[in-house]
């Protein structure tokens, strides 16, 4: 089912999209920090085939939409979106990693307008940051490697090394995955890393950590068996925290499984909404 491009006003700035018109409820795609919207591409067609009305943006600083020039908050814009496809309602909200993070502060600061959360690895805002060794271990060096890369402002090896660890995963070869999902991925973070884009840019200022007992929604938290030692088990710890949640492993998957395995994120998705 193709897709239409949509654009989105906010404060300071315009988001761009692909929308799937379809039934409810509707689902907004929130993408890694690693990823713009194409990521979700295949996921979107998938749900848009089973009568879905889906949408999934470009966050300021990724893809077509540029770094922005003024405070602003992710989770202010997402609400922007659900108006855009739920102007009467709420909507389900899937993020990935990063987008992740910014769903579940979603959650929190706008929970009448949504109906539920799938969370990929998210981030959880008010989680401390583990220590450099720990990063290291977990991440088999390739952590230190990238942050060497970054110094050196070597912006190729920084974007292939990072796609080494979310797409194939720390323990994994370097091109398990491999084709048009690699190519998509580098181009992808290429843009990201052009642009300097922070995590701490468009950060909601929130503690969700402290506060998922607030979030009632039901709530799907999925992570890939091939993702780093630490993403697995937090994912697992915010599954048994939230109040409705249950947890889902992605076997043979890493860090952004919808890239080599849409049809199967889908289900995914697919199950939590429509139980």
């Known amino acids: 089912m193709p897709f239409e491009r949509i654009e989105i006003p906010v404060a300071g700035a315009t988001l761009v999209g692909d929308r799937w018109t379809g039934g409810a ?18 996921v979107g067609e998938h ?8 949408v999934a943006h470009d966050r300021r600083g990724f893809g077509e939409v540029p770094p922005s020039d003024r405070p ?22 899937v993020g990935s990693s990063m987008g992740g993070g910014v769903a579940l502060d979603a959650a929190l600061v706008h929970p009448e307008r949504v109906a539920g959360l799938v969370l990929l690895a998210p981030a959880i805002s008010g ?5 450099d060794a720990t990063i290291i271990a977990a991440t ?23 796609i080494r660890l979310w797409l194939d995963g720390p323990g994994e070869p370097e091109g398990r995955v ?26 909601s200022g929130l503690d969700a950590a402290s506060r998922l007992d607030e979030v009632a929604v039901p709530v799907m938290v999925a992570c890939g068996e091939l993702d780093v030692s630490l993403k697995l ?3 697992a710890e ?38």
Not at 72 to 92: C, E, K, M, T
Not at 127 to 131: L, Q, T, V
């Open 127 to 131: 989680d401390p940051e583990p220590d």
């Open 25 to 42: 409820p509707a689902i907004v795609l929130l993408h890694a920090g690693v990823c713009d919207r194409r990521s979700w591409r295949d």
């Open 140 to 162: 088999n060096g390739l952590a230190e490697a990238i942050d060497a890369a970054w110094t050196a402002q070597d912006l190729e090896a920084c974007n292939r090394l990072e």
């Open 238 to 275: 915010l599954a048994q925290a939230l109040p409705n949640a249950a947890y889902h492993s992605l076997p043979g998957r890493a860090h952004l499984p919808y890239l080599e395995a849409a049809d199967e994120v889908a289900a995914l998705i697919m199950r939590a909404v429509r139980p």
């Open 233 to 235: 088990e937090r994912s």
């Open 72 to 93: 602003f908050r992710h989770v202010d814009d997402v609400l922007a979106v659900i108006d855009a496809v739920s102007p009467n309602g709420a909507a389900w909200l």
């Open 178 to 203: 491999s084709g048009p999902p690699r190519e998509l991925a580098l181009a992808m973070n290429r843009i990201v890393l052009a642009n300097g884009e922070s995590e701490l840019d468009g950060e």
């Open 47 to 54: 749900l848009a085939s089973d009568g879905f009305d889906v």
